[in-house]
């Protein structure tokens, strides 16, 4: 008997599902518009929010706009600069280094869906009559550009205060209703008390906000989201960007017709999830004094991405929102070097072990990439990347507390 002739080898990952993209925009769709293009931005360029959150477990007592100043000679992408302003975001993402690059492959291989789950979130969470305007945000309702398919209306969600932001935490099964998919709960982490005075670890978010300290950050927007909605792209404003940044380099972002671009050379190594992306950005060569510097030349020892290179114990979530034991993913090695990645930082809600967020750094691009499908083969037919068969097993607790 012949047998039946195998199918086309797989070019790699498949695209995120919109369950998918939904359960890793959960935590940060109901952030104010400008708040969040800036932390969709940073998630693209993973090992620096790792350097600017260590910068900012460092200089606890710079705040706000004096702490995006204090970093503008720092060699990181203008929106990971920014977030400096907001240690309330900046700590988890560096905390959940995982959830933190899976949405930035999101939202660079998918980005108009990316800003569409954004906008079914928050059309849940006002239908359930948890997402307002008071004195924290103004929240408000307008019909959908021309030409878009998703929804008739869009939510917008701006600071109440121009010049004061606040940044909400909130438990997206509460604030959302009840979630429908289970096979994809929606990544969770409790509030950092230290942002979120009044909240202590092991409290409930019973009424699904909290808003913490307001923040006289205006100086830390460089960007909106006016034509996130419609056309899928985020805005730049090069005289702001220039103000953060004293690298900005105006000219990509206005040749872009002031469209926001990623910047290969701030990937600083880490390898993209899938040819696709890394072949549209294969172009952009990464500056080799960079990242020299980020990989400590000079010195005897390789990268190691572990529990050193996040910005510290304090700032960790919970001990019940790290990741299950067996969900523990072993070290990738890409050529010399051994690239950790620390167990908080591990797969949680729904993918198990997930692959090492920083697979192929210290390598040349090509040979990064190909290590991380040669390993992304070899855990899919063990078996590694399949779900833990329970939702929220690790990582950041989906489901209800």
């Given at each position: 008997m012949t047998p039946a002739p195998s199918g086309p080898a797989s070019s790699g990952p498949a695209p995120?599902?919109?369950?998918?993209i939904e359960a890793?925009?959960?935590?940060i769709a109901l952030y104010p518009d400008s708040v969040l293009a800036q932390v969709l931005m940073a998630s693209t360029y993973p090992l620096e929010i790792v350097y600017a959150a260590r910068w900012v477990k460092a200089n606890p007592n710079v705040k706000g706009e004096a702490a995006v100043k204090a970093v503008e000679n720092q060699p990181w992408d203008t929106s990971v600069k920014s977030l400096v302003a907001f240690p309330q975001i900046l700590e988890p993402m560096s905390d959940k280094l995982d959830w933190a690059q899976r949405l930035g492959d999101a939202f660079l291989a998918q980005q108009k869906e990316v800003f569409a789950a954004v906008q079914r979130l928050r059309a849940r969470a006002k239908d359930s009559g948890n997402l307002k305007s008071n004195e924290q945000q103004n929240v408000i309702v307008e019909p959908a550009p021309a030409g878009s398919q998703t929804t008739s209306t869009i939510v917008r969600i701006e600071p109440a205060n121009p010049e004061v932001i606040y940044v909400p935490a909130y438990n997206p099964t509460v604030v959302y209703g009840a979630w429908s998919y289970p096979a994809y709960p929606p990544y969770y982490w409790p509030p950092y008390p230290a942002y979120y005075p009044g909240y202590y670890p092991g409290a409930a978010l019973a009424t699904g906000f909290a808003f913490g300290i307001g923040i006289a950050a205006a100086g830390a927007i460089f960007s909106d989201c006016n034509s996130c909605w419609g056309g899928g792209d985020v805005n730049i404003n090069v005289d702001k960007a220039a103000n953060i940044n004293r690298n900005f380099d105006r000219s990509k972002v206005q040749g872009q017709g002031g469209r926001w671009q990623h910047d290969a050379s701030h990937r600083q190594g880490?390898?993209?999830?899938?040819?696709?992306?890394?072949?549209?950005?294969?172009?952009?060569?990464?500056r080799a004094g960079t990242r020299d510097q980020y990989r400590g030349r000079g010195t005897d020892t390789g990268t190691r991405l572990g529990a050193n290179d996040r910005a510290g114990a304090g700032n960790r979530a919970a001990t019940a929102d790290r990741s299950a034991g067996a969900n523990r993913s072993t070290p990738n090695r890409a050529g010399g070097d051994v690239n950790r990645v620390s167990s908080n930082n591990r797969g949680g809600g729904y993918s198990g072990g997930r692959d090492n967020a920083f697979n192929g750094v210290g390598t040349s691009g090509g040979s990064a990439q190909r290590n991380f499908d040669r390993g992304r083969s070899s855990m899919q037919g063990s078996g590694f990347n399949r779900p833990s068969g329970r939702a929220g097993g690790g990582g950041f607790r989906g489901g209800r507390r």
């Open positions: 995120f599902k919109p369950e998918e890793l925009v959960a935590p880490v390898a993209y999830r899938d040819n696709a992306t890394r072949d549209k950005f294969a172009g952009q060569s990464p």
